[in-house]
C-alpha cells in the first residue's frame, strides 16, 4: 500500500546545530508540503514543493530549507536548531488542487 | 494573520447526540474547504470536504454546512461516538492552489 513515512519519530538536540526531518512518500503524488504544529496555532505551512526541483516558501519559513531531488522524498532541514522551533513537524502530500492532503505520523523534534 | 479560525478550543458532548464544530474564513478567495480529523500521535487524516458552489456535502454521521456570504462552515457529527473523541481541523484552499491554511483545531470529547 502507498504510504507516507517520516523519521525520526522523535529526536532531541541543542541550540545550534543542523538537523534534517525526512519525509518519504510512496504515492508518486507531485505535490509535498512540511507543516508544524503548535498549540493555538494548528498547522502552519513551512515549505512545499510541485515537483522535482520546485521549491518554495510558507508562511513559516524562517531558519528552515528544503530540496526536491525526486518525487518521493522532501527532506526539512533546520540549519542552526532554535529552541523556538521545538515542535511536531508533518509532512505532507497530494494530487492536485482539489485532492486531499495525505499526512505523515509527524516528527516530535525538541530544541535543548 | 490567520486566514481561517475556529473559536471553540474545545466542545465535550454527550454519546449519541449532535457535535457541532464552527469554522470562520477571512479570505474571499478560498473555494475549497475540507475538515480533518486528528488522533493524539497521528497525522491528520482527511475526513470531509466542500466546494463553493455547494451549500452542504453528506458522507455517513458528517455533514458539512458552507454559508459563503457570511464566511463560515460548520461540520455536524450525528450521532456522536466515543471514537470521534478527536481534534479536528478546518481547512482551506482557494482557487487552483494546492496549498492549504488551517484553522487551530477544536478538540471534541464524546462522554459516555
Known amino acids: 500500500d502507498a504510504e507516507i513515512t517520516q523519521s525520526p519519530r522523535h529526536k532531541i538536540t541543542e541550540t545550534g546545530r543542523q538537523v534534517t526531518l525526512a519525509c518519504h512518500q510512496t504515492?508518486?503524488?507531485?505535490?509535498m508540503f512540511w507543516y508544524r504544529q503548535d498549540l493555538g496555532h494548528g498547522l502552519r505551512l513551512i515549505h512545499y514543493?510541485?515537483?522535482?526541483?520546485?521549491?518554495n516558501k510558507g508562511e513559516v519559513s524562517d531558519g528552515y530549507s528544503v530540496s526536491r531531488s525526486n518525487t518521493e522524498d522532501l527532506p526539512l532541514t533546520l540549519e542552526s536548531a532554535a529552541s523556538s522551533q521545538t515542535s511536531v513537524y508533518f509532512c505532507?502530500?497530494?494530487?492536485?488542487?482539489?485532492?486531499?492532503?495525505?499526512f505523515g505520523p509527524g516528527t516530535r523534534l525538541t530544541v535543548t | 494573520d490567520q486566514q481561517v479560525k475556529q473559536n471553540s478550543p474545545s466542545l465535550s458532548v454527550q454519546e449519541g447526540r449532535i457535535s457541532i464544530l464552527n469554522c470562520d474564513y477571512t479570505?474571499?478567495?478560498?473555494?475549497?474547504f475540507l475538515w480533518y480529523k486528528k488522533y493524539p500521535a497521528e497525522g491528520p487524516t482527511f475526513l470531509i470536504s466542500?466546494?463553493?458552489?455547494?451549500d452542504k456535502n453528506e458522507d455517513g454521521r458528517f455533514t458539512v454546512f458552507l454559508n459563503k456570504s457570511a464566511k463560515h462552515l460548520s461540520l455536524h457529527i450525528v450521532p456522536s461516538q466515543p471514537g470521534d473523541s478527536a481534534v479536528y481541523f478546518c481547512?482551506?484552499?482557494?482557487?487552483?492552489?494546492?496549498?492549504?491554511?488551517f484553522g487551530a483545531g477544536t478538540t471534541v470529547t464524546v462522554r459516555a
Open positions: 505532507a502530500s497530494s494530487t492536485g488542487p482539489k485532492g486531499e492532503q495525505y
Open positions: 504515492w508518486n503524488h507531485n505535490n
Open positions: 514543493s510541485y515537483g522535482v526541483q520546485d521549491t
Open positions: 479570505n474571499s478567495m478560498f473555494d475549497y
Open positions: 466542500i466546494s463553493s458552489i455547494k
Open positions: 481547512a482551506a484552499s482557494p482557487l487552483n492552489d494546492y496549498k492549504l491554511s
